[in-house]
C-alpha cells in the first residue's frame, strides 16, 4: 500500500523533471533557430514503409513544458483532494497521466493520422474523467462532451482522407497546397474542442469532473488542443477571417454576460475560460499567431492556479460549490485567498501580471488591424465584462461575510496542496514577462493617442467596479433573463421560454412541446397534416369555389 501511494510523488516528480527538460530544449532550439524531426520506422513491406514522426520546434516544446509543468502541480494537488486511502485515486492517477500523454501525442506530431489518435484519446479520457463520480448529472455531462467532441472528429476524418491525395499526412510541407475547404473542415473541428459558438454547451458541463481534472482540462490540454491544431495549420491566405473573428468575439461576449448572474464557483471559472478561448480564435483569426500562442501559455497558467484554489475552497466547504455561501474565506483561509486573488487579476489583465502582456498585445495590435468600429466596441466591451464577473466572484467568495454553516472548520490543513498552489502563483506573477524577454515578442514599436493607449486599463477598471456593484445592488431582473444566462442563451437547454415568447398564442399543442419539436418530425408532421385536411376539405367544397380559384389563378398568370 505504501508504494501504491508514493505513486503520486513518484509520477509528479518524474513529470516535473520532465518539463524542466522540455523547457531546456525549448530554449536551446529556439536560440539556435532550428527544428528537430525524430523518425520511428515501424513497419517496412515491400516499397510501403510506415513510419512514426516526432516533431520538436520550440513552438512544441514549450507548449510541452506547460502541460508537464501543470500536470505535475496537478498530479501532487491531486495526492489529497482524491483522498490518500481511497483505492480509486490510483485508477485516476493514471487516467490522468494516460490524458496528459494523448495531449503530449497530438502536440508533438507533423501527422494528421497520429494527431487524430491523441485527440480522440482526450476526447475519450476526458469522458472516463467527467463521469469519475458516477452520479446521474456526471452521465449526462459525459455523454454531452463526448457528443460534441465527436462532431469535431468527423472535420478531421474528412480531412484525413482528402490529404491522401496530396501524397502524406505530414501537413507542414503541403500548407500552402491544400484547399481552402480542407482548412475549413479543421476550423470546424477545432471550434468543437474549443467550444465556441454553437458548440459551446459542453464547456460548463464538463465541470461535473474532479476539480484537479477541470484544472488540466480547462488550462492546457483538451479545450487548447483545438486552438493550437489551428496555430499549427496556420495559413495567412486562408484565416485572416472577419466571420470567424465575430464568432470569437461573440463566445466572449455571451459567455462573460452568463458568468455575470452564475452563482455555481466552478461554472464561472469555465465560462471565464470559454471567453479566454474567443479571445484566442479571434486573435488567431486576425492573423496574430504568435500573440494567440503567447496568450494560450500565458492563460494556461493563471487558469490552472484558480481552479486548483477553487477545489481547496471546495474542499473545506464540504462540497458546496455556490459561492452565495462562501464568505471571508481571506481570514480563514489567508495563502489560498492570496493567491486566488493573483490568479484573478491576471484573469482581467492586471498591470504587470502574467494575463496583462499578452492581453494588452493582442487588444493594442487589433486596433491596428483594420477593423471597424463596432468590432472595437465588442472587443472592449468583453474586456470589461472579464473584469465584472471576476471581481463579483471575488467579492462573493473572500470579502463579503460568512454566510455558510457555523460548524465548518477553515483551517488551511491542506499541505501538499499549498505547494502546488504557491509555485503556480509565482509563475501566475513572472511567466508573461519571461515569455516575452525570452521570444522577443515585444519588438514591435506601436504609437497610439494617450486615450487609447489607457482604454485598456480604463475598461478594466470600470469593469472591477460595476462587479462591486452587482454584488451590493438588488436588481429586479425577471426570471426569464436568468433562465436565458443560465442555459447559455439555450444553446443546449429546451426551455418552455421561448415557448412562452413564440409558439403560444399562435399553434393550439399540448403545453409541454419544446422549440425543438416544432422544428423536428413532430412539427412537420402537424404541419403536414394540417396542409392534407385544407387541401381534403377544399375539394370536398362547392364547384363555385373551385371555379372562383381557378379564375384567380388566371389572372395571376395572365
Not at 509520477?11 to 533557430?33: A, K, P, T, Y
Not at 514503409?49 to 514549450?62: G, K, P, T
Not at 479571434?282 to 484554489?309: E, I, R, W, Y
Not at 473584469?387 to 488551511?412: A, D, H, Q, T, V
Request: net charge neutral; with cysteine; hydrophobic share 55%.
Amino acid at each position: 500500500m505504501l508504494i501504491k501511494m508514493n505513486l503520486y510523488n513518484m509520477w509528479s516528480l518524474c513529470l516535473f523533471l520532465m518539463s524542466v527538460m522540455f523547457l531546456g530544449l525549448s530554449l536551446m532550439l529556439n536560440i539556435l533557430d532550428m527544428s528537430m524531426l525524430l523518425e520511428w520506422n515501424l513497419i517496412d513491406l515491400n516499397s510501403v514503409s510506415l513510419v512514426y514522426i516526432v516533431y520538436m520546434d520550440w513552438i512544441s516544446c514549450i507548449f510541452c513544458f506547460v502541460v508537464l509543468f501543470i500536470s505535475s502541480m496537478v498530479v501532487i494537488y491531486s495526492k489529497i483532494y482524491m483522498g490518500e486511502y481511497n483505492y480509486s485515486s490510483i485508477r485516476f492517477l493514471f487516467l490522468v497521466l494516460m490524458f496528459v500523454l494523448s495531449m503530449l501525442l497530438m502536440v508533438l506530431s507533423p501527422n494528421l493520422v497520429s494527431i487524430l489518435l491523441g485527440w480522440d484519446g482526450l476526447g475519450l479520457i476526458s469522458y472516463c474523467l467527467v463521469i469519475y463520480y458516477s452520479s446521474m448529472s456526471s452521465y449526462l455531462a459525459g455523454m454531452i462532451t463526448c457528443l460534441v467532441n465527436r462532431l469535431g472528429d468527423i472535420g478531421l476524418l474528412i480531412s484525413i482522407s482528402w490529404m491522401l491525395s496530396y501524397g502524406s499526412w505530414n501537413f507542414m510541407f503541403y500548407l500552402f497546397y491544400f484547399s481552402e475547404n480542407l482548412f475549413y473542415l479543421l476550423i470546424l473541428s477545432s471550434f468543437t474542442k474549443s467550444a465556441q459558438i454553437p458548440f459551446s454547451m459542453w464547456l460548463p458541463a464538463a465541470m461535473a469532473a474532479p476539480t484537479p481534472v477541470s484544472s488540466l482540462v480547462h488550462s492546457s490540454t483538451l479545450v487548447t488542443a483545438g486552438v493550437y491544431l489551428l496555430i499549427r495549420f496556420f495559413n495567412y491566405l486562408v484565416f485572416v477571417n472577419w466571420f470567424l473573428v465575430f464568432v470569437g468575439v461573440l463566445t466572449m461576449i455571451m459567455s462573460s454576460i452568463c458568468a455575470s448572474y452564475e452563482y455555481d464557483l466552478k461554472s464561472i471559472i469555465a465560462l471565464s475560460t470559454l471567453s479566454q478561448l474567443g479571445l484566442m480564435m479571434s486573435c488567431l483569426f486576425m492573423g496574430m499567431v504568435d500573440f494567440c500562442f503567447f496568450h494560450l501559455l500565458s492563460h494556461a497558467m493563471f487558469k490552472s492556479l484558480l481552479f486548483l484554489c477553487s477545489g481547496i475552497m471546495i474542499h473545506l466547504m464540504v462540497g458546496s460549490q455556490d459561492i452565495r455561501c462562501m464568505g471571508s474565506i481571506c481570514f480563514s483561509m489567508p495563502i489560498t485567498c492570496s493567491c486566488f486573488n493573483i490568479s484573478i487579476m491576471a484573469l482581467c489583465g492586471f498591470p504587470f501580471l502574467s494575463g496583462f502582456y499578452s492581453k494588452d498585445l493582442i487588444v493594442e495590435s487589433s486596433s491596428y488591424s483594420g477593423c471597424n468600429m463596432i468590432f472595437m466596441l465588442l472587443f472592449y466591451l468583453s474586456l470589461g465584462l472579464s473584469s465584472i464577473y471576476s471581481i463579483r466572484l471575488l467579492y462573493y467568495s473572500g470579502f463579503s461575510s460568512f454566510k455558510g454553516l457555523p460548524y465548518l472548520n477553515l483551517k488551511e490543513n491542506i499541505s501538499l496542496m499549498k505547494y502546488s498552489v504557491v509555485i503556480l502563483s509565482l509563475l501566475s506573477l513572472t511567466f508573461g514577462c519571461m515569455y516575452m524577454w525570452l521570444v522577443n515578442l515585444d519588438m514591435k514599436f506601436m504609437v497610439f493617442p494617450l486615450y487609447l493607449k489607457t482604454l485598456t486599463f480604463f475598461m478594466m477598471l470600470i469593469g472591477m467596479y460595476l462587479g462591486y456593484e452587482l454584488m451590493n445592488i438588488n436588481l429586479n431582473i425577471p426570471m426569464d433573463f436568468y433562465y436565458l444566462n443560465g442555459s447559455m442563451w439555450f444553446m443546449y437547454s429546451y426551455s418552455n421560454l421561448v415557448f412562452e415568447l413564440s409558439y403560444k398564442n399562435s399553434i393550439n399543442l399540448s403545453y409541454e412541446m419544446n422549440w425543438g419539436e416544432f422544428y423536428g418530425g413532430l412539427g412537420l408532421s402537424f404541419y403536414t397534416l394540417k396542409i392534407s385536411n385544407f387541401i381534403q376539405g377544399y375539394s370536398f367544397g362547392s364547384v363555385k369555389g373551385f371555379f372562383l380559384s381557378m379564375i384567380i389563378w388566371l389572372l395571376f398568370l395572365v
